[in-house]
């Protein structure tokens, strides 16, 4: 049985059932049955106070387990030399000269480099989310950060287990991080919020089971491998126009302007908005959003500003080909961990992690990818 399936999950099979019924072909939704992803989204409910040790939190500091250092990228003196030359378009000479750069940065003697801080993207309490899913560990904190060193040759992720037992420190204690934003943009998530989270399911977009995605290809294959090859391949072809069909509940109704917006006012799927919320509300609404939004309702289902176990996003090859041609092994044994929206300009930020891995409880082979 595939736990990462939305079909193997007990507390979403009302959801399934909404989203399969829509499909006149029976065949066509077992088919996309094998694409939907038993997913939590999180969304913001609260600025973060840092009054709770070790909770689900996005953005700010982590609350770090005692003895653990804030991770940093550590840079060569020739290479941060050349990024401050590309980067104000002058010779090595005039920025040394000119530019008091080095002084930005805090120096390893040992390892003869600057220590660049890593961006603290998330920290999940694996406690708080195992009723919402069975993949996870049952206990303990994921760490989520980012290498935002600019002139990395690629982008990198880092995840750490943090267990259940160790104790934490809190994230205000951590000295104000050193770095020069000049050439290295670290705070994306400056502001901090608290994350709650809610059962979901997340299909592909199915314009992407195509032949530049052979894995998605071969998994459809397979859920109509009993029928014949006429009927299968009629199927396929009505795969490539399945959005036509999608009914509005289950269509992007958000341009991601209001979706930041909606996460960052603490509206969470299936709350009522009271007269006094609705009344609180800025006059930001889309006229897509004001449809949405009717007082003393409940508020209908949109996407998190982050999720797990998610699908990544492009029209091209899928990210998880991309991690499998890095780390090694096949593309279908990979999946999206976590994926958060990471800016105003709609960039989505994909943490991907081997099956295997994830089933053992490891998290130090991790590829990162945006949607593109």
């Given at each position: 049985m595939d736990m990462l399936l939305a079909e193997n999950s007990?507390?979403?099979?009302?959801?399934?059932?909404?989203?399969?019924?829509?499909?006149?072909?029976?065949?066509?939704?077992?088919?996309?049955?094998?694409?939907i992803r038993s997913s939590v989204d999180l969304y913001p409910c609260a600025i973060e106070d840092y009054a709770q040790l070790g909770n689900s939190r996005l953005g700010g500091l982590p609350d770090l387990p005692v003895g653990m250092d804030y991770p940093v990228t550590l840079v060569g003196r020739e290479e941060m030399l050349d990024a401050?030359?590309?980067?104000?378009?002058?010779?090595?000479?005039?920025?040394e000269e000119h530019y008091w750069w080095s002084e930005q940065w805090d120096w390893?003697?040992?390892?003869?480099?600057?220590?660049?801080?890593?961006?603290?993207?998330a920290q999940l309490n694996c406690s708080d989310l195992k009723v919402f899913q069975s993949y996870?560990?049952?206990?303990?904190?994921l760490l989520f950060f980012l290498e935002r060193w600019r002139f990395s040759e690629m982008l990198r992720g880092h995840v750490y287990y943090v267990a259940e037992d160790q104790q934490l420190n809190s994230g205000e204690?951590?000295?104000?991080?050193?770095?020069?934003?000049?050439?290295?943009?670290?705070?994306?998530?400056?502001?901090?919020?608290?994350?709650?989270?809610?059962?979901?399911?997340?299909?592909i977009a199915p314009d992407m089971i195509n032949?530049?995605?052979?894995?998605?290809?071969?998994?459809?294959?397979?859920?109509?491998?009993?029928?014949?090859?006429?009927?299968?391949?009629?199927?396929?072809?009505?795969?490539?126009?399945?959005?036509?069909?999608?009914?509005?509940?289950w269509q992007n109704q958000l341009y991601f302007f209001d979706l930041m917006k909606m996460n960052k006012h603490g509206l969470i799927p299936g709350q009522i908005l009271t007269q006094a919320q609705w009344a609180a509300l800025p006059d930001w609404q889309s006229s897509n959003l004001?449809?949405?939004?009717?007082?003393?309702?409940?508020?209908?289902?949109?996407?998190?500003?982050?999720?797990?176990?998610?699908?990544?996003?492009?029209?091209?090859k899928a990210p998880e080909l991309h991690a499998a041609a890095e780390l090694g092994g096949n593309a279908e044994d990979y999946l999206v961990l976590f994926k958060v929206v990471y800016s105003e300009h709609s960039m989505q930020l994909n943490f991907i992690i081997h099956r295997d891995d994830l089933a053992l409880g490891k998290f130090d082979r991790i590829y990162c990818i945006y949607d593109y």
């Open positions: 007990p507390i979403r099979q009302q959801q399934l059932e909404q989203k399969l019924a829509q499909f006149k072909d029976p065949n066509l939704a077992h088919t996309l049955s094998a694409f401050y030359a590309e980067e104000f378009d002058h010779t090595r000479e005039y920025i390893d003697e040992a390892a003869q480099a600057f220590r660049v801080p890593m961006q603290f993207i996870l560990p049952r206990e303990g904190r204690a951590i000295a104000e991080l050193k770095f020069d934003d000049a050439v290295c943009a670290n705070y994306e998530y400056e502001a901090a919020y608290q994350l709650q989270g809610i059962a979901s399911i997340k299909m032949s530049d995605n052979p894995h998605l290809v071969k998994l459809a294959k397979a859920r109509l491998q009993a029928l014949p090859e006429p009927q299968q391949a009629m199927v396929l072809e009505a795969i490539a126009v399945v959005d036509d069909e999608l009914v509005p509940e004001q449809a949405l939004l009717v007082p003393e309702q409940p508020l209908p289902y949109y996407d998190g500003i982050a999720s797990i176990n998610g699908h990544g996003d492009s029209r091209y």
